[in-house]
């Protein structure tokens, strides 16, 4: 579960509804659950024990929010505790060619020495309001599917304008059960934020890409910033203590995180979309991209280093879209989807009034996910053009031509100057990739538009102009000034010399931008069907099961819980912990040189081989329901402890995002006892294990 | 890894390009323009005569000679059941290990027989010639066996050593191996089945592993250590990734050149049945073992014997259930059936053969589950008493028409089975008949004749219980006695194990003739024909299913995708430790939990020594104790066990996935050097 897969957020309610999994009976430990409503009684049936107010109100306020991913404060100083997988971009920002901070690590000895990140921003969830009621009571009697959105949307808007002016925090909104509640959270932001300690890249993601989402693991997959505020460390409200010792087999383990995005709620008909088009497009789309990468990665340790976050991710995606689909493969499970699907459906039907309103429902989301299927080959190769030049003409030829209607006629983010304003200063922020890879990334694409389209479809023609891929793309790259900052400024400030400008990639980005239009229109019909109706059999659940079950993710914070807990795999159990004497175990087994050092110990940790203490636990499984954006979530014990630091997933767990199996999908976390002998025996930090231990 | 059931016939899989590493080989036949291409290297004759004259088997498994004197290397596993016969109450040599510190304490075990195979014959013409045309099926059967038996008895009483008839491509060859017999074995080391057998039933075929697997025996002859041909040098170097390992062992049986028609049986009817039945045994040894710990040392190793079989059981139902697989086998055999079906001459003697096969299938379903009930039921003096009520009467018949554990060759084998004396408990036989007895009822119906006959009206319990507690049986030497005493002894004797006995020998010997000759004889034949055509298609090309004789696989060490990930192709005994200390002592039953000599001593232990390791190599079960060889033919490692991915290995090779799994020679010597005080032995396997 590494970098940019942490979760790809989508903040508005796209993906859909249904009905998930046996809902009567939720199976063991299953859930992501919304701090205003937990499954207290369950827990306490099955492990007498469930968290009170205080506990929940201190974790919430330890918990941070990270782009993508989750964290928390660890000490009364703003020591923030999180994944090196998560803080990976932001170690790749504050180095250089020079301090290659991933690659070495990175100890601040000092508070002086703790490095400002550009740009990084944390967030405390502060607090939660739900405003279904107020939304539901906006929408006119008998309005259409349309007008009724549009209401709602604009009572919204007026709501969070309120809670921000009120609160002085930044307020989102969060939609939940595909649209059956909504709620405002309110976040405080912390925009200092320097790093402090961050272990080499090659002990954080030991086994690399391999490894990933596998078990037994042994990754130290850990970075520590720190807040600061008015140029002095922060001093959070609440901070997590840090557990003498990490879990034993057995016990219970809470997380607390933000999980991205699951479909566990979508209809049948949505996941079997997936599983026949749209999954297996994302996975040809996503190995063409990692094969590029890779070309280019083995080109020499510079090149290897510019993409190696950007690798990372694609990597990840790939490998958990590949184990997504085997999850919709699986014949049982989704024979027990189904099952749920019909039941509800049943209850439906038998209520008159549920039946006027969701009755149809799963039919017209069944059909607008095959309309939208049509179109999804063209969307894979739009999405393949990896090419940052072309992304950067992409958005000009798009500014263009929405500019050129009346306001009221444009896409919402483009409407008001502020818009516009947002929409400029992020293309300004482009930065064209190196010149080798922006041909790969065009070949790419071309030819995968020419294989997965023909030569005479009107996207391949519109790319290649009738030549070979390779002969088009350095065409392009030799024609085109996007190269150039002026120009590029230019462009952006003077809509004439924009008007005519007949740079090639630029024209190419505007019958690009011609062809995508009337796709992006069908797009948003099909997307607002969809959100309608699945807002409908949302709202059908909840009057037939209330709250009894939990809503799909959506990063934002959740609280899962379960147990040190094995599970079966390759044909034995799995272990529950691994230790230091693993580590070496596995490093010795491949030696420095196999698959490319992926196994291969940073010096400093063949160096420590005699001075740890092999027993130590070093990462362990627990049963907890979670997904990407959790990575960096802290693991807490009953006693509302740190006690570990989730990182991944096994492979069983890329299911999850449509179905959590209890037998076998486990969290897979880094053992806090770990964590604290590797800052004081590997790193020689003593003072940051003074600052976290004491009381 | 055991070898069991066997297979039969057809069809193999991709047959032009077998795939990478594919094969069990003859020694007769090695695909050496493959190796040479692929690594280079293929070993010569001499290389080939000495690590097959190094080669032992063992009952079950395989083993080597790995010193002048003498010294035989196999599996734990494979000596368990042995190293059980030698321990006795408060000594269980199983769970605390043995060393013998001086020759003078190794322990002579009961029974054991290894084997070198000496000489190979290739008689398949001579067969051929024996079998007139046009014979029906049954006939023809039963002149082949007459004239097998007669060569083999011919070479035996040539030779002086014992013949077995080799059947290869079912029946496409008729080979006699001549082996030199070895009668005095005797126990020189062990490890704590808790080291041997680390990670329990749950680690049982999987990797990574860190199982020390090994057991040491040595042969004696006229009282003195033996001093053998050929011995195995242990390698001076360790091996690494990539390297080449050749593996010289018995592959029990394989079944990848069944039909279609057969694997469907198996998977439909076959191993759900077995594995049902198995269960309910485990679930009766088990509960016997609850009743006290010397309960539990009495039935310890069957237990394990029995999960073990279970988990290979599930992991066939799994190979034939995956769907690609087997589209892919039924693919291959339409294909072999076109190319017979396009000569005419093929056509005539094979293109009718699948469909034979097929209705054989049919009539086998019924028949085999009747024959799972009709036997002896769990019982080992049922088994004897049958044994000796049968030897006269199939004495009196001719050798082709007996049961096959009573022909000429087989006879003297089962007369020596009969006098071993093993470790017998009153209590666990009494418990395993009624559990049999029991099972026979449930699964026949009271009114079943077999039923009727056995239980005459009373309970299982009864039944079991009075017999256990009348028969004399346990007793050798009254076994002897009634041996010598021939047909009247037995027909006098008023044993009640003899006296049910009788009741049973008809109903099984009828159902048993009926198999023989409505399905297994069908199978040979049409096995026969269908291997024969496609020895005329494809030659040798192709390497035979498993016998349970010497063959030879070839592959490098290597890791594979699982998981997830990229398996390592080494564990260490770092990872032994990560893995005790992972689960704890206590955690399933203490599957994880080491002896406490080897947390005393692992300070001493160089913690980075390669441990297990995974390679290429085409085995299956009876490979176990199998030696692993590099290009010089010396000692590397020790086979004892398959991935789980290996266990579809017995109806087809994934190159990508199926390993074998070995312990490593260096942990060896460093577990014998360093934790057992074993340095004698280390000296006189290195030589140094």
Redesign the interface.
Known sequence: MNGYLEQTMRKTLTPLLALLIAAPALRADEGMWTFDNLPVAKMKQKYGFAPDQAWLDHVRLSAVRFPGGSGSFVSADGLVLTNHHVGHNWIERVSDSTHDYVGNGFVAATREQEIKVPGLELNTLISMENVTEALAKAAPEGAGEAAAAKARQEALAGLLKAARERTGLQCEPVVLYQGGETWIYAYKVHKDVRLVLAPEYGIAAFGKEWDNFSWPRFCLDFSLFRVYEDGKPYKPQHHLAWAPKGPAYGDMTFIVGHPGRTSRLETLAQMEATRDVFGPLGVRTLDRTRKVLHAYATRGAEPARQVSAMLMGVENGYKVTVNELVGLRDRESMAEVARAETELRAAVDKDPALKALAGSSWDKVAAATARRARFAKEDAILGSLRSRMLEFALGLARLEAETALPADKRASEYRTEADITRRKARLKGMVPGDAVLEQAFLESGFNASLQDLGPSHPLTAALLGGKAPAEAASLLLSGTRLKDAAFRASLLDDPKALKDSRDPMLVLARSLAALQAPMRAEREEIQAVIAEHGARIAQARFKVRGRSVYPDATFTLRLSYGAVETYPSAGTLAPPFTTFAGLYDRADAWGPEAEDHSWELPKRWVDARGSLDLRTHFNFISSNDIIGGNSGSPVIDRQGRLIGLVFDGNIESNAGRFFFDPKVNRSLSVDASGILAAIDKVYGASRLVLEITSK | MKPSVLGLALSLVAMPGLRAEEGMWTFDNLPIAKMKEKYGFAPDPAWLDHARLSSLRFPGGSGSFISADGLVLTNHHVGRDHIQAVSGQGRDLVRNGFVAATREEEIKVPGLELLTLVAMEDVTARVARAVAKGLPDKAAQEARQAELGRIQKEIQDRTGLRAEVVRLYQGGEYWIYTYKKHTDVRLVMAPEVRMAKF?GD???????RFGLDFALFRVYEDGRPYHPKAHLAWAAEGLK?GDLTFVTGHPGSTARLETQAQMLASRDVAWPERIRTLEALRGALVAYGKRSPEHFRQVGAQILNVENSL?AMK?YLAGLQDPAAMARLGREERELKAKVDADPALKARAGGSWAAIARAMAVQKPLARELAFVGTCNSTLLGHALTLVRLPEQAALPTAKRLSEFTDANVEATRRRLLVDRPYYPELETALFTHGLQEALAGLGAGHPFVKAMLGGKTPAAVAGLAVAGSRLADPAVRKALLEGGRQAVLASQDPMILLARRLEAPNRLLRQRMEDQVNSVVAEHGGRIAGARFRIFGKEVYPDATFTLRLSYGPVSSYP?????I?????L??L???A????PE??GGA?SLPSRWWERKDRLA??T?YNFAHSVDIIGGNSGSPVLNRKGELAGLIFDG??ESLAGRYYYDGKVNRGVSVDGRAILEALGKVYDAQHLVKEITGK
């Open positions: 990670g749950a680690d049982n075929f999987t990797y990574p990734a988990k992991g699982a998981n997830g990930t990229h390592q192709p080494f564990t260490t770092h990872g430790f990560d893995r200390l992972a689960w704890g955690a399933e994880w913690l980075d390669p991935n789980i």
